[in-house]
Nanobody, 117 residues
């Protein structure tokens, strides 16, 4: 059974940093794209960042230059380093993994990130 467990969320002041982690288990994820989405209260879920199995990355325009996604295939873990945080980054951050070329995808339960002004 696939399980994704996020950690690292919390409360931080504007301008601060947080590092999110998502540990995946249940299979080997080296062929999966791994990424992060976020959902703020009353808003739709939005894409944040993705790292493909080959290492290439994509970012939402709103986080480019501030967030960095990385992965450790040996640990089946994806990270999101978030710097220069803004109040508008406040949301539940959800881990997502997708088997490339298929509709097979899994979601974590999410971790809350709150940025105070």
């Amino acid at each position: 059974q696939v399980q994704l467990v996020e950690s690292g969320g919390g409360l931080v002041q504007a301008g601060g940093s947080l590092r999110l982690s998502c540990a995946a288990s249940g299979r080997t994820f080296s062929s999966y794209a791994m990424g992060w989405f976020r959902q703020a209260p009353g808003k739709e879920r939005e894409f944040v960042a993705r790292i493909w199995s080959g290492g290439s990355v994509n970012y939402a325009d709103s986080v480019k230059g501030r967030f960095t996604i990385s992965r450790d295939n040996a640990k089946n873990t994806v990270y999101l380093q978030m710097n220069s945080l803004k109040p508008e980054d406040t949301a539940v951050y959800l881990c997502n993994v997708v088997l490339v070329g298929t509709a097979i995808a899994y979601w974590g339960q999410g971790t809350q990130v709150t940025v105070s002004s």
